[in-house]
């Protein structure tokens, strides 16, 4: 079966050890493992920020003032999906050191995670639609031949 077509934007905001970030996101791996979580063609601008756009963007569209990893804007889930997600970089690092993960391996597993929230899913709904997201992010993330990211 024929993955989704994805038109992909690729974006990285200006900051200190920007490089090392663009290193772990080749086009070509982003492009995969969007597609991999994708139900239907989609249109997804993903933007790699520092913390301080990170956490301005989460506290003005969450009322959360603190960076978190992934942030997903989803547009439209018919007749294609339409997402901007957003990855906060140092975040993302801090996180893929504190479990012990590559830094692709981590920003495959939140590219995965916020695509299947531009679908749809949610995990904040209830313990059911939690284990359901996370069940289906082990199944996609394994397919794309990464470990399980919740170390069960």
Known sequence: M????LSLSLQFARFKGVERHRAALPRHSVTRWIR??????AEITVRIVDAEEGQRLNREF???DYATNVLTFDYAQSPMVMADLVLCAPVVASEAKEHRKTLA???AHL???GTLHAQGWDHETGEADAEAMEAREIEILAGLGIRNP???
Do not use: S
């Open 36 to 41: 991999h979580a994708l139900e239907i063609d």
């Open 62 to 64: 969450r009322g959360k």
């Open 105 to 107: 391996a981590h920003y």
């Open 150 to 152: 919740y170390g069960r």
């Open 2 to 5: 024929a993955l989704p077509a």
């Open 111 to 113: 590219l995965v995670h």
